[in-house]
C-alpha cells in the first residue's frame, strides 16, 4: 500500500486551508480600513443634495391626508 499520494493529498489540502486563511484575513482587514474611513465632503454634500431634491419631489403628506379623507 502506497501512502506517500495519500500524504502528499493531506499536505496540499493543508497548504490550501492556510493560503484560504491568510486571503480571507487580508480580505478582512482590506476591508475593515474601508469602513473605517472617513466618508468625503463631496460625497457628504452630493447625498445631501439627492435629498434635499427628492424631498422637493415628494408631495406633501399633509396633503395626501387630506386628500383621502
Not at 502528499?8 to 486571503?23: C, G, K, M, P, S
Not at 473605517?36 to 391626508?65: C, H, I, M
Amino acid at each position: 500500500m502506497n501512502v506517500i499520494p495519500f500524504q502528499r493529498t493531506i499536505e496540499r489540502e493543508n497548504r490550501n486551508d492556510i493560503a484560504v486563511e491568510q486571503i480571507g484575513q487580508r480580505l478582512k482587514s482590506a476591508y475593515q480600513a474601508m469602513v473605517e474611513a472617513p466618508v468625503p465632503d463631496r460625497f457628504t454634500a452630493l447625498l445631501g443634495e439627492l435629498e434635499r431634491a427628492e424631498a422637493e419631489r415628494a408631495p406633501d403628506k399633509s396633503s395626501l391626508k387630506r386628500a383621502s379623507q
